[in-house]
């Protein structure tokens, strides 16, 4: 009676070396066995080769279409050539493993949760509309800058020339009228009409005088 020998098990991809220490014309990986883990990634750092510990059934994967490497026992390793599909299946892992680990990065997470109320507010439905929250978000009100007469009247000296309002008799506006400043007080001038000086001088408040434009002449040349 002869006894059936059992089969070896295959070994499992544990760690991928791969890189081009050689140029990028030489695309390079191989696998290589749990056992020898360490000893590889010391060989693999000396030779410039980059190394993926593949622990899950999609990373075992990657192994598919490179052969298993052959480690020396002076240290060194012969790492097979594979071709230019196989490895960039490899780098597309790679990428793809590095951004999901940026993403979770502690700053990362924390600049995304400080973002600006409205960058959160204007996120998009499924349904491809606004969310809700973007028309809630109260726009900043303007500043409020002084108007340009009012920043003119502040450079007034007694003796210009003001536009100054008339009303009449019965209170009824007539319209501007030049007059010379005889005096400047807090919130009021002092005028006198400059076509009629016989006139008694009159007070008047800054929201009723006008400044004339620079290269107004009362000549009218």
Do not use: C
Request: no cysteine.
């Amino acid at each position: 009676m002869t006894t059936a020998t059992q089969p070896k098990p295959n070994p499992l991809p544990a760690i991928l070396v791969y890189g081009t220490p050689s140029g990028p014309a030489l695309t390079q990986a191989s696998w290589f066995r749990a056992e020898d883990k360490a000893a590889v990634k010391a060989a693999a750092e000396a030779l410039k080769f980059s190394v993926i510990e593949l622990q899950t059934d999609a990373d075992r994967a990657l192994a598919a279409g490179a052969h298993e490497g052959v480690l020396k026992g002076s240290g060194r390793m012969i790492v097979g050539s594979v071709s230019a599909e196989v490895y960039r299946r490899i780098e597309e892992h790679v990428r793809k493993a590095a951004g999901a680990s940026d993403a979770t990065k502690p700053e990362i997470a924390a600049a995304a949760a400080t973002k600006p109320v409205s960058e959160q507010n204007t996120n998009i439905t499924a349904a491809g509309e606004t969310s809700p929250g973007a028309s809630r978000a109260t726009p900043a009100a303007p500043a409020i800058a002084k108007p340009d007469s009012a920043t003119a009247r502040e450079t007034l000296r007694v003796g210009a020339r003001v536009l100054a309002a008339y009303w009449n008799e019965k209170r009824e506006f007539e319209g501007f009228w030049l007059a010379t400043i005889k005096r400047i007080e807090p919130g009021e001038f002092t005028l006198e009409w400059f076509d009629s000086p016989e006139f008694p001088a009159f007070k008047s408040r800054p929201q009723d005088v006008a400044v004339p434009h620079p290269e107004f002449r009362v000549t009218g040349k």
